[in-house]
């Protein structure tokens, strides 16, 4: 009878021996030992298929996983590596599973891995989008070990290489909670500080951004207050209030030269010399404009 199965093994289902399966293992690795890769899958398939409680029928998913590895067909040799994680998370197999997983992921976010096309005419990289689900599901599936933030941080990376910030610094920022201990750590929150700082230029919420950059670097200077750039993100979170100070006064200005809002241009460089201490020059600069903007205030409020 068909022992196949989709999912882990029932309890005490296990098979103590199974003879047809040794056997076919011993055909599929004499085949291997030949480098007759492709060819050693027929019985390592037969074994997950049909003997699928037999003692190393989670070595069969390992070995089909390195044959496809071997004629890069990378995308069924993470799916094998997947199924013995999935179904055999008892294995002695399993973090090697993992570790294989983890080194395809990362020869694709590095480029490393060429993939054949139009019948092995040539070879490309790896598609990204394949690579980002790679590495999202092998940091799912190893959540509580040094493995899982190592992928976050390779998947963060990663999104900046494809010009994907925002996704890049929501995964820095989950490192950070979820791994706070980990060696990758101080970086990601550093990373989710500088990534706020660079998206004040982006979209129309420059001082939510740089607010948040600035909540960002503080924050790193109090959970590594003894890394070595906990001065320099002391020194940025200060330059973060310096450029805030300075969007204010570029609100200003475009109340008033452009939307012809002098009230409100009014409150925005008012504001800006409040902070003199943060930006003297801005602040310079702010008086000169409130003058223009209290004389064209007064101008159109005779004209009405």
Known sequence: MCDSFDGPPPVGQVKAVDPEADALMAEAKAMQRDYYMVKSRKPLKEIVRYHALAPNAAEARYLLGR?????????????????LIDRYPQSDLYADALNRQLSMAMDGASGKMQVPVFWGAWEVNMESSLVVNWLREIVQKAPYN???????????????????????????ARLVEKYPDSRYAPEAQLMVAQLWASSHTRGDNNLVNLSNAREAYEEFTLRYPDHPDAQKALSEASNMDRLMVQQQLEVGRYYLERSHEYTSAIFCFEDVIRQSNINPEAAKEATELLAKARKAAESAQNQS
Do not use: N
């Open 67 to 83: 044959s496809y590895e071997a004629s890069k067909d990378y995308r069924d040799a993470f799916k094998e590596y997947s199924k």
């Open 146 to 172: 040094d493995m899982a933030a190592t992928a976050s941080s390779i998947l963060a990376k990663y999104l900046i290489d494809q010009d994907r910030p925002e996704e890049a610094r929501l995964e820095y």
